[in-house]
T-cell receptor, first 110, second 111 residues
């Protein structure tokens, strides 16, 4: 089993739709969690950290479920500009640094 | 600079040649990292540095070396390039393992 797994998609949704991505992780000692966004041929950019209590930033909501070892990202009212690959990232501590998922591709269509 | 600068943006390199990818940050972040990103394999850590003067091996260090003489610079050297090192290389930095800030990447093709 991979340490961090994501559904690669692609998710094709119309503008205005709500879409959710899940990411599972295998190491129960994982300490912190992030969602990054990567546009085609660009560098990854931090979208949001994921806190135990869940957190929201505008149209984006992140949740953590430690018991089931997954994190989620919910995007409401999708915009064309949300089209990108969303990377799930887990910090398991020590010198392993961050463990990156392969990403979920989202295409928001007019 | 306001962030991380990588150079060159892209490069075509003959196999066997030596090359150094440059990375400079102006955020005074202690930790810096080099990743390569390949289709289907995602981001893989090559080398990292927790602070100036120290470096460590990541997941795929073979064929690469790094140095960290000061806080701002973290060059990555390919001693003798091979075609399997064709990839997109990203440099990143962070403060106390908060979110990483990435450079815009170097697209390297080894022929």
């Amino acid at each position: 089993r991979k340490e961090v797994e994501q559904d690669p998609g692609p998710f094709n949704v119309p503008e205005g739709a709500t879409v959710a991505f899940n990411c599972t992780y295998s190491n129960s000692a994982s300490q912190s969690f992030f969602w990054y966004r990567q546009d085609c041929r660009k560098e990854p950019k931090l979208l949001m950290s994921v806190y135990s209590s869940g957190n929201e930033d505008g149209r984006f909501t992140a949740q953590l479920n430690r018991a089931s070892q997954y994190i989620s990202l919910l995007i409401r009212d999708s915009k064309l500009s949300d089209s990108a690959t969303y990377l799930c990232v887990v910090n398991i501590g020590g010198n392993r640094k961050l463990i990156w998922g392969l990403g979920t591709s989202l295409a928001v269509n007019p | 600079i306001a962030g991380i600068t990588q150079a060159p943006t892209s490069q075509i390199l003959a196999a066997g040649r030596r090359m150094t990818l440059r990375c400079t940050q102006d955020m005074r972040h202690n930790a810096m990292y080099w990743y390569r990103q390949d289709l289907g394999l995602g981001l893989r850590l090559i080398h990292y540095s927790n602070t100036a003067g120290t470096t460590g091996k990541g997941e795929v260090p073979d064929g690469y070396s790094v140095s960290r003489a000061n806080t701002d610079d973290f060059p990555l050297t390919l001693a003798s390039a091979v075609p399997s090192q064709t990839s997109v290389y990203f440099c990143a930095s962070s403060r106390q393992l908060k979110g990483y800030t990435f450079g815009s990447g170097t697209r390297l093709t080894v022929v």
